[in-house]
């Protein structure tokens, strides 16, 4: 079945390193959705790509959609504390009203 | 407004009784999922509602596993004859029209664990 692979699995940086997680799918996604979920809390919605090669930016955070629409990346600048958590992309399953989400990367900081 | 709201927070049960988790919407939101996630690990997707019908029920684990949606709004997730596999945290969202390029507004979760 379709399936969206995430890696790295976990990553553990020192803050102000730098940060980047990588999503695969196995088919071309109409559109890819982000979420971040800190320890203890629930996923949040952080962005949605709809274009190829489109690039976003939220302040120290850059997300890229690949030019054939089966990958993307989130990359984080400059890690900071707050930017602990768990990072999940999301992508349409064809012909369903539903998402398959990937198994996300972990992200930890050393202060 | 109001978030998604689910109910209880956390459920302790011995393995063999029932349990019943709930989850309030956003209001207006036509959309409601449940997703289950294991420590640690990613969301694995349980059933969809659009309104009140569930036109995807694919990822209930087992026919242990139901769940109901009323008025729209509410829904119910019922877990029959608990076992301990079944301890996870239990993840209600919802969105507005269920569209694939809405937006899923998560609640806090259940955390069920079976004894």
Request: glycine share 10%; net charge positive.
């Amino acid at each position: 079945g379709q399936q969206v692979m995430q890696i790295p699995q976990y990553q553990h940086v020192q803050e102000g390193e730098d940060f980047t997680t990588y999503c695969n799918s196995s088919t071309t996604l109409s559109n890819i959705q982000w979420y971040k979920q800190r320890p203890g809390g629930h996923p949040v919605f952080l962005i949605q790509l709809v274009k190829s090669g489109e690039v976003k930016k939220q302040k120290r955070l850059t997300f890229q959609f690949g030019e054939a629409k089966k990958n993307s990346s989130l990359h984080i600048t400059a890690t900071q504390t707050t930017d602990v958590g768990t990072y999940f992309c999301a992508g349409p399953i064809q012909g369903a009203q539903k998402l398959v989400f990937g198994q996300g990367t972990r992200l930890t900081i050393n202060p | 407004g109001a978030g998604v709201s689910q109910s209880p927070s956390n459920k302790v049960t011995e393995k063999g009784k029932d349990v019943e988790l709930r989850c309030d919407p956003i209001s207006g939101h036509t959309a409601l999922y449940w997703y289950r996630q294991s420590l640690g690990q990613g969301l694995e997707f349980l059933i969809y509602f659009q309104g009140n019908s569930a036109p995807d029920k694919s990822g209930l684990p087992s026919d242990r596993f139901s769940a109901e949606r009323t008025g729209g709004s509410v829904s119910t997730l019922t877990i029959q004859r608990t076992q301990q596999e079944d301890s996870a945290v239990y993840l209600c969202a919802s969105s507005f029209t269920g569209a694939h390029t809405d937006t899923q507004y998560f609640g806090p979760g259940t955390r069920l664990t079976v004894l």
